[in-house]
């Protein structure tokens, strides 16, 4: 049975266990092996410190039943999965959800690449953050790295890969799939994999699914986490606005998004917040004097409060990056506001995701799985998008240059052709 793994890379974001669990549950249905790699990346260099040899037996334990005949609390039989045997129990799954703290005790110390059971990742989708862990890896960016990630797959018998992660993680995927081939024939002259393991493993099968709270990839219209950060930062000015209005204050609210203001823009019109800051649209002329005006008029018409939402990538026209205590300062020179800052932090991507985005990272983690069983060593590695509410396939590397071209618009001030490339699903 073909083996498909799947690994969360980067900034976690809520979403990613529906995701784990939905290509997981998908691949045992469609008759395949399912593994997750723990800690992204860096799980994948270092591989399975002992017992290499004994993940190339998956095909030795008992073969699933027909999915279509029995129902799927059994469709894989208990014992299969490797993480149930090592606990020498069929827990529900608590043995991933225990993290890596517990990796020793557990018996998983130097396991990173696992095979996991149906009941592995039940209970999986209300999750917050990734289960199976995520690290940012310097190791995986150097060549020598990459070759023991490639020796590692091989070594497991992992067929296809599903990565989910913001555009940084998804590069690193397309890279180790165009270079593959010259991976593969270094680890075969090194004798690190015999001719056999070579031969099978030709071909790298990937799929992205693109993780981010920040909605900032281009060509897809949501990322999965977008909208439980949204939700938290939506209930967090609403409780900001409360405060505020009993005393008359001002607060400006830093919220998440490097190089993108999908979040403050999208929380600005939730909340009916007064004025927004964001990478993409700074404010026409001077800044200060246009924000002034506009909550000086608020004032004016009776409003008790003042919220100024700003993105933490926030850029004037020229370019020059606004920050939170730079409009506070403003507000409080020039309109006399009592003024706070609140920065929501960490709290906008962890959490319970919104349905939402259980279902997103759902149909996307179907999609991924059917992806790589229809993969040829011809079509392009994929990332599954969504585009007016249908899930997409798109080139996983035009999706991430068409994202750094977006980037590269804004460092021009190009602003509308940023805005305008972010949303075309074709690069001009
Ligand atoms: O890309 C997601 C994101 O949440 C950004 O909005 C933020 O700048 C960054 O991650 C923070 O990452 P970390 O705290 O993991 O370094």
């Given at each position: 049975?073909?083996?498909?793994?799947?690994m969360?890379s980067?900034?976690?974001?809520?979403?990613?266990?529906?995701?784990?669990?939905?290509?997981?549950?998908?691949?045992?249905?469609?008759?395949?092996q399912a593994?997750?790699v723990?800690?992204?990346?860096?799980?994948?260099?270092?591989?399975?410190?002992?017992?290499?040899?004994?993940?190339?037996?998956?095909?030795?334990?008992?073969?699933?039943?027909?999915?279509?005949?029995?129902?799927?609390?059994?469709?894989?039989?208990?014992?299969?999965?490797?993480?149930?045997?090592?606990r020498?129990?069929?827990?529900?799954?608590?043995?991933?959800?225990?993290?890596?703290?517990?990796a020793?005790?557990?018996?998983?110390?130097?396991?990173?690449?696992?095979?996991?059971?149906?009941?592995?990742?039940?209970?999986?989708?209300?999750?917050?953050?990734?289960?199976?862990?995520?690290?940012?890896?310097?190791?995986?960016?150097?060549?020598a790295?990459?070759?023991?990630?490639?020796?590692?797959?091989?070594?497991?018998?992992?067929?296809?890969l599903?990565?989910?992660?913001?555009?940084?993680?998804?590069?690193?995927?397309?890279?180790?799939?165009?270079?593959?081939?010259?991976?593969?024939?270094?680890?075969?002259?090194r004798?690190?994999?015999?001719?056999e393991?070579?031969?099978?493993?030709?071909?790298?099968?990937?799929?992205?699914?693109?993780?981010?709270?920040?909605?900032?990839?281009?060509?897809?219209?949501?990322?999965?986490?977008?909208?439980?950060?949204?939700?938290?930062?939506?209930?967090?000015?609403?409780?900001?606005?409360?405060?505020?209005?009993?005393?008359?204050?001002?607060f400006?609210?830093?919220?998440?998004?490097?190089?993108?203001?999908?979040?403050?823009?999208?929380?600005?019109?939730?909340?009916?917040?007064?004025?927004?800051?964001?990478?993409e649209?700074?404010?026409?002329?001077?800044?200060?004097?246009?924000?002034?005006?506009?909550?000086?008029?608020?004032?004016?018409?009776?409003?008790?409060k003042?919220?100024?939402?700003?993105?933490?990538?926030?850029?004037?026209?020229?370019?020059?990056?606004?920050?939170?205590?730079?409009?506070k300062?403003?507000?409080?020179?020039?309109?006399?506001?009592?003024?706070?800052?609140?920065?929501?932090g960490?709290?906008?991507?962890?959490?319970?995701?919104?349905?939402?985005?259980?279902?997103?990272?759902?149909?996307?983690?179907?999609e991924?799985?059917?992806?790589?069983?229809?993969?040829?060593?011809?079509?392009?590695?994929?990332?599954?998008?969504?585009?007016?509410?249908?899930?997409?396939?798109?080139?996983?590397m035009?999706?991430v240059?068409?994202?750094?071209?977006?980037?590269?618009?804004?460092?021009?001030?190009?602003?509308?052709?940023?805005?305008?490339?972010?949303?075309?699903?074709?690069?001009?």
């Open positions: 049975a073909p083996r498909i793994a799947v969360t980067g900034g976690d974001s809520a979403g990613m266990n529906a995701a784990v669990r939905a290509v997981a549950k998908s691949a045992i249905l469609r008759g395949c593994w997750v723990r800690e992204g990346w860096e799980g994948l260099v270092r591989g399975n410190a002992e017992g290499e040899e004994e993940s190339t037996d998956g095909d030795a334990t008992p073969p699933h039943p027909e999915p279509e005949t029995l129902p799927p609390s059994v469709a894989q039989p208990p014992g299969t999965s490797e993480a149930r045997r090592w020498g129990t069929y827990g529900q799954g608590e043995l991933l959800r225990e993290g890596v703290g517990e020793e005790e557990l018996g998983l110390k130097g396991k990173y690449i696992l095979r996991v059971g149906w009941d592995d990742v039940r209970g999986w989708m209300d999750q917050g953050g990734t289960l199976i862990g995520t690290a940012r890896c310097a190791a995986f960016r150097e060549v790295g990459r070759q023991r990630a490639a020796r590692n797959l091989i070594s497991c018998g992992i067929d296809a599903v990565v989910c992660g913001g555009d940084g993680s998804l590069t690193g995927a397309d890279r180790l799939r165009a270079e593959w081939p010259e991976l593969v024939a270094a680890l075969l002259e004798g690190e994999i015999s001719a393991q070579a031969q099978r493993h030709r071909h790298l099968k990937i799929v992205g699914l693109v993780g981010s709270i920040d909605n900032d990839m281009a060509t897809t219209d949501m990322t999965i986490g977008a909208a439980t950060a949204l939700a938290r930062i939506c209930e967090a000015v609403d409780s900001i606005s409360s405060t505020a209005a009993s005393h008359s204050r001002a400006v609210v830093e919220v998440m998004g490097r190089h993108c203001g999908w979040l403050a823009l999208m929380a600005g019109i939730a909340t009916g917040a007064d004025y927004v800051f964001l990478p649209r700074p404010p026409p002329g001077d800044w200060r004097a246009d924000m002034c005006g506009v909550l000086a008029r608020h004032r004016e018409m009776g409003k008790r003042t919220i100024v939402i700003v993105a933490e990538g926030a850029l004037a026209r020229d370019l020059t990056p606004i920050s939170p205590d730079d409009i300062a403003v507000l409080a020179e020039r309109l006399g506001l009592d003024t706070r800052v609140t920065t929501l960490h709290t906008q991507r962890g959490g319970k995701p919104v349905a939402a985005d259980r279902v997103l990272a759902t149909l996307q983690g179907v991924a799985v059917e992806a790589l069983l229809e993969a040829t060593p011809e079509t392009p590695s994929y990332v599954i998008g969504i585009r007016e509410n249908k899930i997409t396939r798109i080139e996983l035009h999706a240059q068409q994202t750094q071209l977006v980037a590269q618009r804004i460092e021009k001030q190009d602003f509308d052709g940023a805005l305008a490339l972010r949303d075309s699903e074709f690069a001009e």
